[in-house]
């Protein structure tokens, strides 16, 4: 009987018991690596802008020649108003990541951002007696 053989690896190749048990492998366009994270937004050292998830962000301008492929894609789905819980589910970043590159984009004012529409949890008292009595008189 001969012992089993050891397979020869290169740093950072997976055993191959383990490539099998590892479960599903990332979907396409799904990024996994946190490096490539902080290569997109950078170190996010700086102040970040005060964004909502349902904060709508329009854009200003084209996307210039210096801006790096996600900022031209956001300021391409900007054409039309999208809160940023949106832009991160359609770019498939993290919410910190898409913060800190529409920060870039607000301090370059190439984008601005709008707070959304808050409505009140109860309408008016005078509101709805005028209602009702518009009501009554038809």
């Known amino acids: 009987m001969t ?3 050891r397979q020869r690896r290169t740093p950072g190749q997976e055993p191959p018991a383990a490539a099998d048990s590892a479960g599903p492998a990332p979907k396409e366009g799904e990024i996994s ?4 994270l902080f290569v997109i937004g950078g170190d996010g050292g700086g102040e970040r802008a005060d964004l909502d998830l349902v904060t709508l962000i329009v854009a200003r301008a084209d996307p210039p020649v210096s801006a790096t492929p996600e900022q031209a894609a956001l300021l391409r789905l900007c054409a039309a108003p999208l809160s940023v819980a949106e832009l991160s589910a359609y770019l498939s970043l993290p919410f910190s990541v ?3 590159l529409l920060t870039d984009l607000l301090a370059t004012e190439l984008v601005q951002a ?3 529409i808050v409505r009140q ?3 008016d008292r005078t509101l709805l007696e005028a209602v ?3 009501l009554q008189k038809l």
């Open 132 to 134: 009702m009595h518009g």
């Open 121 to 123: 949890k109860v309408a």
């Open 114 to 116: 709008r707070a959304p």
């Open 3 to 5: 012992p089993p053989q």
């Open 98 to 100: 898409v913060t800190v």
């Open 33 to 36: 690596n946190p490096e490539r």
